[in-house]
């Protein structure tokens, strides 16, 4: 059953499921799968496709003349929610926040800041010394002085109406493929709309798989209980039960020093996958991401006849702006 909630085709769905024959032989664990979101198609793909194909119409519906929301400099969520305007003839403006210390140039200009400007967005960047929240609210004060009716996307568009683009993914995973029974899904868990949309999927769709968060920023306690909270509010938002604290698991060991600072094993992960799959990660969640299933093998979480499906959640745009911490 499909969930009827106002929804603009954004993207193209269900994005296909793959089979990662190479890394899984080399891996010598279980059978290791991919969803891949990051070719859900709107302006190179990614997870907020899926969020956005419901908030858009939220936007709409309440009558908005500009839309705002705010993410790091290199956000994809800021990119793809800058292109869902373009579409629907809507301005956006993108707030950045600067929380990279010591980046060189190429990541404050190139990458998804760049493709943000060619959508036609205008971009506002967070003094360093001020706060993010206040400052977002600044911005929306002075928009409204200028006559604008502005609609707020909150970070990585994570909220109830957001969660359920993950809770369609879900649909996907259980209803479309049903020759596969995945054991376990591993994704990266940021601002947390795909995590605990996810969760929140798995409870509707009634469905045992386990789903693993990597997360990319917060530790573990933090996390859980921010996904833990996110999914009882999606789950009340689609009347549905809610989560048992165990559904929420989270690693915290694959962030390194903080959030979009590289780590040899994000490294490690994208070059893996690069080079036995031709498939590219992201530097700061898919990669991170995938590391940490990388490492969850190896430490033999998983029984070898289980099935994973690790869900690409996009971002590779970034690497461009990343270069340097490869070399
Ligand atoms: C490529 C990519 N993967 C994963 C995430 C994390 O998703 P969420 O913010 O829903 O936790 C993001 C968020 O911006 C992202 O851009």
């Given at each position: 059953m499909v969930l009827k909630f106002d929804r603009y085709k954004l993207g193209n769905f269900p994005t296909p499921i793959e089979f990662l024959k190479n890394i899984s032989n080399h891996l010598n664990g279980p059978q290791i799968f991919i969803k891949r979101d990051d070719c859900t198609g709107l302006a190179t793909g990614g997870n907020k496709t899926r969020k956005l194909e419901y908030i858009m119409p939220d936007a709409v519906k309440n009558n908005a003349s500009l839309v705002i929301t705010l993410g790091a400099v290199q956000s994809n969520h800021a990119r793809q929610t800058a292109a869902a305007c373009a579409i629907l003839n809507l301005k956006c403006l993108i707030i950045l926040e600067q929380r990279l210390e010591n980046a060189p140039d190429v990541y404050f200009t190139s990458s998804n800041v760049f493709l943000n400007k060619l959508f036609g967005a205008e971009i506002k960047v967070c003094p360093k010394n001020e706060n993010i929240d206040n400052f977002v609210n600044k911005i929306m004060e002075i928009k409204k002085n200028e006559g604008e009716s502005p609609y707020f996307i909150p970070v990585g568009g994570t909220n109830e109406i957001g969660e359920l683009g993950y809770i369609e993914c879900i649909r996907e995973i259980v209803?479309?493929?049903?020759?596969q029974t995945f054991t376990h899904i591993v994704l990266a868990s940021g601002s947390g709309g795909t995590h605990s949309g996810s969760i929140v999927g798995k409870i509707f769709y009634k469905s045992k798989i386990n789903i693993i968060g990597i997360s990319v920023k917060d530790n573990k306690n933090i996390q859980e209980e921010k996904i833990f909270n996110l999914a009882k509010k999606g789950c009340k938002y689609i009347r549905c039960p809610f989560p048992k604290r165990e559904d929420v698991v989270v690693f915290d060991d694959f962030v390194g020093k903080g959030y979009g600072v590289p780590t040899n094993g994000m490294k490690h992960a994208i070059k893996l996958m690069a080079q036995k799959e031709a498939i590219l990660l992201d530097p700061v969640y898919s990669g991170k991401a995938f590391d940490g299933l990388i490492n969850l093998i190896d430490k033999k979480?998983?029984?070898?006849t289980d099935k994973i499906l690790f869900i690409h959640?996009?971002?590779?745009?970034s690497l461009h702006a990343y270069e340097w911490a490869f070399e």
């Open positions: 209803q479309e493929q049903k020759e979480y998983f029984k070898d959640t996009g971002g590779a745009v």
